[in-house]
């Protein structure tokens, strides 16, 4: 399965939903973030500026994922394996989503768009 895909021209409006379901790398070292900063600590969530460690990251290394990204508008909604999510604002204020790329310690099975 693919471990980088870019996905370019997706005119994605505010309200959708992105589905991405993927393998994590037995060593990986978890990250999630914006695009703005570069989060380099495993257990790292990175929103803008702030960051937020978190205790207990709720990706397995080596197991299968379900994430969902929703596009609010003036934030993004990420839900992530075993109910946990949070938001962050769109600092870039986005009217629609055109690019996505997906890199790294994530083998991607599955990406859909509701």
């Known amino acids: 399965m693919a471990k980088h895909i870019v996905a370019t021209n997706l005119n994605l409006q505010p309200e959708v939903r992105i589905k991405i379901v993927g393998d994590i790398a037995p060593d990986t ?3 999630v973030g914006d695009g703005k900063d570069e989060a380099k600590s495993p257990g ?3 929103c803008g500026a702030m960051e937020k460690k978190v205790k207990k990251f709720p990706s397995v290394p080596g ?4 994430i969902y990204i929703i596009f609010e508008e003036k934030q993004f909604k990420v ?3 075993g109910g946990s999510e949070f938001t962050f604002p769109n600092h ?9 790329e997906i ?3 994530f083998k991607l099975r599955m990406l859909s768009f509701e």
């Open 29 to 31: 070292k978890p990250q």
């Open 44 to 46: 790292m969530i990175t």
């Open 103 to 105: 890199t790294k310690d």
């Open 79 to 81: 839900k992530l394996p």
């Open 63 to 66: 197991s299968r994922a379900e």
């Open 92 to 100: 870039l204020n986005l009217q629609l989503i055109n690019f996505l």
